[in-house]
C-alpha cells in the first residue's frame, strides 16, 4: 500500500511523455504534409512559388550594350545586335554553334548526310516547346524553311538555293533533299535561317516573339531596352534578363562603374581599360568572326587589276606595325578565311612583308600609270587608314584618304570609286572572291572552280581542304589583303559566372549566366 502514491506519479508521468510524443508526431506530420503542399502545387499548376513563373533559380541580369535592336523580325533584319540578343536565347536553331562555333545539335539532337550528299535526316528533340505551350515538331521546321524560301528573307536566296525538298515523314523527322550537295547547309541552319517558328503563332514580329528558347520578350523600346523573362518550365540561371541601350562606349563604361550594369560588351575593346583596375569587375576577351580587311578594286581599268601591282602592295605593308598598337586585334591574317571559321590556316607567309621587294615589282609601272590611289574608309578606321596611307606613301605611292559615313562608303563601292577599301566584313566573305560580282570583283576562274568544288564536298574534310586550297588561290594572287580577325571584349561584374566573351558581338546565350 506504500507503494501506490509513487506509481500514481509514475502514471501520471508516462500518459504526459505520450500525450508529448502524439503531438510531435501530429506535429512533423503536418510540417511534412504541409512541405508536399508547397512542391506539389506550384508542380500541378505549372507555377513556381519562389520565381516567377519558372524553374529558373531567380534574379536579374541587367545587359548593357550601345547597339540595342530596332525592331524584333529577325525573319526579315540580318542584324548581329537582334541575333546576339534572340538567337539561343528567345528562338532556337535547327543545329547549333559552340563557343569554337562547331556545329552541334540544336532542336535536331542528332543528323546524318548521306553518301553522295544529297540527303540531310534530323532528328528532332522530344518535349520542346513554343512559348505559348505548342509543341515543336517537325511540321514547323518543314513550314519555317519553306517561309524563309517563299518570303525571300535576307539570304535565303543564295543559302537555301540548293533545296529540292523539305519533308516530314513523321513528327520527330525532317528530311532536305537537295539539288546538288552544299557544305555549308548545317552552318546555315545554326543560324538565323535555321530558326523555327511556330507554324500556329498570330503575332506582330516586329513588336513580339513566340520562339522555342529558355526566355520570350516581355517588353521591347526599340534601340532602347529589350527585357527577358525565362519561359516556364526552362532551366535558366537568372529570371529576367534586361539589355540596356547606351550611346557610346564611354557612356556604357561610367554606368557600369556606377553599378547599373552586371555585364557590359563595349565596341571597342579598348574602352573596357578603364575598368582595368576595378576590383568589382572581371575583364574577358575571345575573338570575333569579324575581320578587316583591305579590299582591292580588281576593275579592268584599275591599276589593281593587275596581280603584280597587288602583291607590291600586299609586300609593301608591315602589318605588325599596324595591329601592335591597336586594342581590337585577336590575330594577323594572311587570307579570307578567320580563325573561327572552317578550312582556317595562317596564311600569313604566303606573301610576307618585303617592301625593298614590293618597290621593286612596282617600279615595271610608271609613277603616272599607277596615279594616286583612293583609299576609302569609315570614320571609325581613320587613323588605321592614315597609318596604311603613311606606310605606302614611304614606299613612293601616292594614296589619298577618304573617311565618309556609311552611306557615303556605301555609295563609293556602288559606283567603284574607290582604289583600296578599308572596312570589316563577317564569315561570309571569304565567298566573295569566288563572286566576279564581289565588291572587290576578283576575278579567277581557279578559285572559282575550287570554291564550286569545296562546298559541293561530300564529307566535312574534303570540304575544309577544298576551302584550303581556294584560299590559297585567292591569297596567293593577292586578291586583296586582309589586315585581322577583330577581338570581342566584356566586362562582368565578379558575381557573374557562366559567360563567354567568344563571338559576343553576334552571340550571347544567357541560360547559363547567374550571379553567385
Not at 540561371?237 to 562603374?257: G, R
Amino acid at each position: 500500500m506504500s507503494n501506490m502514491p509513487q506509481n500514481h506519479e509514475q502514471s501520471s508521468h508516462a500518459r504526459t511523455s505520450n500525450q508529448l510524443i502524439r503531438w510531435l508526431i501530429f506535429l512533423g506530420i503536418s510540417a511534412v504534409l504541409a512541405l508536399i503542399v508547397f512542391v506539389a502545387v506550384p508542380t500541378l499548376t505549372h507555377r513556381n512559388l519562389l520565381g516567377d513563373g519558372t524553374d529558373a533559380t531567380g534574379g536579374s541580369l541587367t545587359v548593357g550594350v550601345i547597339d540595342a535592336p530596332q525592331t524584333l523580325d529577325i525573319r526579315t533584319t540580318d542584324s548581329d545586335s537582334l541575333n546576339r540578343v534572340l538567337i539561343g536565347n528567345v528562338y532556337r536553331t535547327l543545329l547549333d554553334r559552340d563557343k569554337d562555333n562547331k556545329i552541334t545539335a540544336g532542336l535536331a539532337s542528332a543528323w546524318t548526310t548521306s553518301d553522295d550528299g544529297l540527303t540531310l535526316t534530323f532528328t528532332l528533340r522530344n518535349g520542346i516547346r513554343f512559348a505559348n505551350g505548342h509543341t515543336v515538331d517537325a511540321s514547323n521546321v518543314v513550314w519555317s524553311l519553306q517561309q524563309a524560301v517563299a518570303n525571300k528573307w535576307p539570304g535565303a536566296d543564295t543559302k537555301l538555293a540548293a533545296l529540292a525538298s523539305v519533308t516530314n515523314p513523321n513528327a520527330t523527322t525532317v528530311v532536305i533533299s537537295l539539288k546538288h550537295p552544299d557544305a555549308t547547309l548545317p552552318r546555315t541552319l545554326a543560324g538565323r535561317l535555321g530558326i523555327v517558328y511556330d507554324s500556329a503563332a498570330d503575332i506582330d514580329y516586329a513588336k513580339q516573339t513566340m520562339g522555342s528558347g529558355p526566355y520570350t520578350v516581355k517588353n521591347f523600346e526599340p534601340g532602347k531596352r529589350v527585357v527577358l523573362n525565362a519561359t516556364e518550365g526552362s532551366n535558366t540561371k537568372t529570371s529576367t534578363v534586361t539589355f540596356k541601350n547606351y550611346a557610346s562606349d564611354q557612356a556604357l563604361m561610367k554606368a557600369t562603374q556606377a553599378g547599373g550594369i552586371d555585364l557590359a560588351l563595349p565596341a571597342d575593346p579598348a574602352s573596357t581599360a578603364s575598368l582595368s583596375n576595378d576590383q568589382n569587375f572581371r575583364i574577358a576577351t575571345g575573338i570575333s568572326e569579324t575581320k578587316v580587311v583591305l579590299l582591292y578594286n580588281n576593275d579592268a581599268d584599275s591599276i589593281l587589276s593587275d596581280v603584280q601591282a597587288r602583291t607590291a602592295l600586299r609586300m609593301m605593308l608591315d602589318k605588325t606595325a599596324l595591329t601592335k598598337d591597336r586594342s581590337d586585334v585577336a590575330q594577323v591574317l594572311g587570307g579570307p578565311i578567320g580563325p573561327l571559321e572552317p578550312g582556317y590556316e595562317d596564311l600569313t607567309g604566303l606573301i610576307a612583308h618585303n617592301a625593298d621587294r614590293g618597290r621593286q615589282l612596282l617600279s615595271y609601272f610608271t609613277s603616272s600609270y599607277v596615279g594616286t590611289l583612293k583609299l576609302v574608309t569609315d570614320e571609325t578606321y581613320e587613323p588605321l587608314a592614315n597609318q596604311i596611307a603613311q606606310q605606302l606613301q614611304e614606299q613612293g605611292v601616292s594614296v589619298e584618304v577618304s573617311a565618309l559615313s556609311t552611306n557615303g562608303v556605301q555609295d563609293s563601292i556602288s559606283k567603284r570609286n574607290f582604289h583600296l577599301l578599308l572596312t570589316t566584313v563577317g564569315p561570309e566573305s571569304a565567298a566573295s572572291f569566288a563572286d566576279p560580282n564581289g565588291a572587290s570583283h576578283y576575278t579567277n576562274a581557279d578559285a572559282q572552280a575550287q570554291y564550286t568544288q569545296a562546298v559541293q564536298a561530300t564529307t566535312q574534310q574534303a570540304y575544309e581542304d577544298g576551302l584550303k586550297t581556294y584560299a590559297r588561290t585567292v591569297s596567293g594572287t593577292a586578291a586583296s589583303d586582309w589586315l585581322y580577325a577583330r577581338k570581342t571584349a566584356l566586362v562582368a561584374s565578379t558575381q557573374l559566372a557562366g559567360y563567354s566573351a567568344q563571338m559576343i558581338d553576334e552571340r550571347l546565350p544567357l541560360a547559363n549566366i547567374a550571379k553567385q
